[in-house]
């Protein structure tokens, strides 16, 4: 048996390294290191409560808003208060945006440009993935991210500024987008759509959305040449690779629940797909433990986020990574998009996780597919904007906690506050990255993605980027 560590990987919000254990030509084990530390958790100690809704966004510059929804939403449940409808869908549309935004440049800046690399220039496909998609010089560089910059518009419209915006509060946003704004939003989606239906897919978003099994993405994909679109060449390099054979990790899957609905539920509902027991499983925060066996944190037996400290060990016998170990009901879960869907009953989606699991193509299929069911949403939520409120009064106890559950592009994240004298006496948080990416537990049980690197092939070692990358990985938000 050897040992190969691989990193640190480019196209990556921040630090990861990955330990791989080869035996027989394939690997036999994985160990995931987030190698960076920040401690916001002991910063917002001893502050007062709203602060956390400055320091919080400040954990990721790509995710910041779902690190403002989660605080905001901790708030609310600390308050006892909901959002007004103007509210909510104000901030389904930021965080939507964002989210958005998130998938759109998974795909073309930090997953498509693999595929143009020297080690696949035998393949058929691979003149048009070059000039696609080579960094720098390829096409969608140059068409992708004008396209990503007017999208985002719509979060300086709606939020003042992206990233570390301060519009979410606990009642709803602090600012009502005059009548004018709206229409402005209104034509960067549009004109979004119609990229989207150009470039990424050549078809009509509901189209997309509308695909529900896999003889029907391949009845689409054949009825169409590779170059009429980014998704087509994407189906055609999936299908010659094999895509589909590797990255399967954990067969449970995680979601917060998505963009609540007007009247209650969400457009993406909550709860766990558990394949094992073959059943769809609520989900409760109660479920949750986080394991600190193979973190350089100061032992504890494992505990609930609520009652969790972050204390840093530099030196601990048996760590290998800052990340904590969060189980649900003590089984290792998957999060994301794939998540998202698959728990929401999409047909496409159900059916390729019950053939495969999690894979890299059901993964970025399931990212893809999001962007075609949500800007239709966004549409429908900014028409429904009325002159109601926008935001509702709060006032905060000296004492409580609350929880904050929200699903940012990578999967569930969840922020845990308690106040006593009206300051924070203990902040907890648990990141997508930390779910997917995290260590052995105290039973030696790997994460996901340690378990989804396992049994791929030492003499392909682009593989090991492909399953990295297709869980979109942000590695800052792992150790806060």
Known sequence: MSRVTVGPFNRVEGDLEVSLEMENGLVAAAYVNSPLFRGFEQILVGREALDALVIV?????????????????????????????????????????????????????????????????ARAWFPAAEARFKAVSG????????????????????????PHSLTLQPGGVAR?????????????????????????????????AALDSQVALHRWMDSRPAESSDFRLFLEIA??????????????????????????????????????????????????????????????????????????????????????????QQQVVECGALARQVVAGHPLIRELVAQGGGNVFSRVVARLLELAIVVPAMEAWLRNVDDSPFCAQVALPGDGRGVGLVEAARGALGHWIILRGGHISRYQIIAPTTWNFSPRDAADIPGALEQALVGLPEDQPLLVQHVVRSFDPCMVCTVH
């Open 57 to 121: 966004p400040r954990i990721c510059g790509i995710c910041s808003v779902s690190q403002s929804a989660a605080a905001a939403a901790a708030l609310a449940d600390l308050a006892g208060v909901q959002p007004t409808p103007n509210g909510r869908r104000m901030g389904n549309l930021i965080l939507a945006a964002e989210n958005l935004a998130d998938h759109f440049t998974h795909f073309y800046l930090f997953f498509m440009p693999d595929f143009a690399r020297e080690a696949y220039r």
């Open 139 to 162: 096409t969608a560089t140059r068409d992708a991210l004008p396209a990503r910059a007017g999208f985002l518009q719509i979060m300086g419209l709606l939020a003042g500024k992206w």
């Open 176 to 208: 009502a987008p005059q009548a004018a704004e709206r229409l402005r939003v209104f034509a960067a989606l549009r004109e979004f759509r119609g990229w989207l239906e150009r470039q990424l897919f050549g078809e009509r978003l509901e189209a997309i």
């Open 239 to 328: 299908e010659d690779l094999q895509l589909a054979r590797y990255g399967r990790g954990t067969d449970r899957f995680l979601s917060h629940g998505a963009y609540p609905k007007e009247g209650g539920g969400w457009l993406f509902p909550r709860g766990v797909l558990d394949l094992p027991a073959g059943a769809l499983q609520p989900f409760l925060p109660g479920d949750v433990l986080e394991d600190v066996s193979h973190a350089w944190l100061e032992e504890e037996p494992p505990r609930h986020p609520s009652e969790g400290e972050t204390r840093p060990v530099e030196d601990k016998p048996g760590a290998y990574t800052w990340c904590k170990a969060p189980r649900w």
